[in-house]
C-alpha cells in the first residue's frame, strides 16, 4: 500500500510516541490495575500499525526486516518459559512463585508501600508476554501488507 | 424470564453466524460468519460471571463490597487472543487462493487435484 | 431453491430451537450456582500471591498452564502467516 499525504504522516508520528507510553504503563501495571501483558501489547501493536498505515508498507519494510521481528519475539517465549522453569528449580513446583515472601535474591530495596518487589515473579511474566504479543501481531499486519501490493509501486 | 436477556442475545449471535456460514457462497461472509461465532462465545463466558450488585475483582479502594468471579474472566482473555490467531490464519488462507483461482466463489474450487 | 438450501433451512430450525429453549432454561442471570472455588481465590489473592488483581493472579499464578498454552497458539500463528507469503529467492 502506499503511503498518505504529508499532514497525516506528521499528525501519526506526533501520536505515536503518547500511544507506546501509554501502552506500556498499562503492561507494567498489570498487577494493581485493570490490564497486563495481552491489553497492553495489543495497544502498542495497533499504534505500530498506525506507522504502516501513514507511511506505506514499502517503506516500513525497508526500514525493519521480519528476520529481527521474529528474533523480538522468540526472546520472549524463551524468557517466560524460563521463568516458568525457574519455579521448577527453586520450589519442587512447575509455575512456582519463587520471588514471593522472601528476600534473599533482592533485600528490601524500598521500605513499607514502596517495595519494589511486590507480587512476585508476577510482573516479570507481564514483561514477557507484553514484548510477544506486541511484536506478533505487529509482524502479522506487516507481512500481510507487504504480500498484498499493488504492482506498479516499486 | 426477562432477566434473562443476555442468554437470549448469545443465542442470537449464534444462529446469525451459523447462517451466515451454512447458506452464503462468499469466503469473506464466512470468515465473518466465524467470527460471530467467536463473538457470541466470549459474551457467554462474561455473562457467567455476574453477581448481583457486585464491582469488578480488584483491591485497589474497594472496602467489603461483593466482587464478580475472577475465573470466567481469565478464560475469556484467551480465547478472545486464540480468536485473533485462527483469523489471521484464515484470512492469509484466502488470500492465498484468490491468487490461485481468481474468483472467491466457494461453489467453483471444490476441485482437489487440477 | 436447490435441495441443499432446504435441508440446511431445516438443520437451522432444528438448531435455533434447541439454543433458545436452553437460554431460557439457564439460572437467573446475577445468581451463579457454586461460588466456592472463586470465593476462595478472592480471599486469599493478596496474602498468597502479593497482588492486587484478582484477575491477573488467575491468569498468571493459579492458571498459569492456561497461558503457556496460549502462547504457543500465538507463536504458531505467527510462523503459520510469514510461512505462506514468503517468496524463495532464485
Redesign the interface.
Known amino acids: 500500500m502506499s503511503g498518505m499525504s504529508k499532514i497525516v504522516k506528521t499528525i501519526s508520528s506526533i501520536a505515536f510516541p503518547l500511544v507506546t507510553i501509554y501502552g506500556l504503563y498499562i503492561i507494567a501495571h498489570g498487577h494493581l490495575t485493570p490490564g497486563g501483558g495481552f491489553q497492553g501489547g495489543a495497544i502498542v501493536a495497533s499504534g505500530c500499525a498506525m506507522i504502516l498505515v501513514a507511511y506505506g508498507s514499502v517503506w516500513t519494510m525497508g526500514k525493519i526486516k521480519e528476520k529481527h521481528l521474529s528474533v523480538l519475539e522468540s526472546l520472549g517465549a524463551i524468557g517466560f518459559i524460563s521463568l516458568a522453569l525457574l519455579g521448577l528449580v527453586f520450589g519442587v513446583v512447575f509455575f512456582k512463585n519463587f520471588l514471593m515472601g522472601n528476600e534473599y535474591f533482592f533485600g528490601e530495596i524500598g521500605e513499607g508501600l514502596a517495595n519494589i518487589n511486590t507480587a512476585g515473579v508476577l510482573p516479570l511474566m507481564n514483561f514477557a508476554v507484553g514484548l510477544k504479543v506486541s511484536v506478533g501481531l505487529f509482524a502479522i499486519v506487516l507481512v500481510m501488507a507487504y504480500a498484498t501490493r499493488l504492482k506498479e509501486e516499486k | 424470564?426477562i432477566?434473562?436477556?443476555?442468554?437470549?442475545a448469545?443465542?442470537a449471535l449464534?444462529?446469525i453466524g451459523?447462517?451466515a456460514v451454512?447458506?452464503k457462497p462468499n469466503l469473506i461472509k464466512i470468515v465473518i460468519g466465524i467470527t460471530l461465532i467467536e463473538s457470541g462465545v466470549n459474551l457467554f463466558l462474561i455473562?457467567?460471571?455476574?453477581?448481583?450488585d457486585s464491582i469488578?475483582?480488584?483491591?485497589?479502594g474497594a472496602g467489603s463490597r461483593l466482587?464478580s468471579?475472577?475465573?470466567p474472566?481469565?478464560?475469556t482473555?484467551?480465547s478472545i487472543?486464540?480468536g485473533?490467531?485462527?483469523l489471521?490464519?484464515m484470512?492469509?488462507?484466502v488470500?492465498?487462493i484468490y491468487r490461485h483461482y481468481g474468483t472467491l466463489d466457494a461453489r467453483k474450487i471444490r476441485r482437489l487435484k487440477e | 431453491m436447490s435441495t441443499r438450501d432446504v435441508v440446511a433451512v431445516i438443520f437451522l430450525s432444528i438448531v435455533a430451537v434447541f439454543l433458545v429453549f436452553g437460554a431460557l432454561m439457564m439460572h437467573p442471570f446475577g445468581e451463579p450456582e457454586n461460588p466456592e472455588m472463586d470465593q476462595y481465590i478472592i480471599d486469599n489473592t493478596q496474602g498468597e500471591t502479593g497482588a492486587d488483581n484478582s484477575v491477573t493472579s488467575v491468569v498468571f499464578d493459579y492458571r498459569g498452564f492456561d497461558t503457556l498454552g496460549e502462547a504457543t497458539v500465538l507463536f504458531t500463528a505467527v510462523a503459520g502467516v510469514i510461512l505462506i507469503f514468503r517468496r524463495l529467492k532464485k
Open positions: 424470564m432477566f434473562n436477556i443476555p442468554f437470549i448469545v443465542a449464534v444462529l451459523l447462517y451454512i447458506l455473562t457467567l460471571a455476574f453477581r448481583q469488578a475483582p480488584i483491591y485497589h466482587m468471579l475472577p475465573v474472566h481469565a478464560l482473555l484467551t487472543v486464540i485473533v490467531a485462527v489471521a490464519l484470512l492469509s488462507l488470500i492465498h
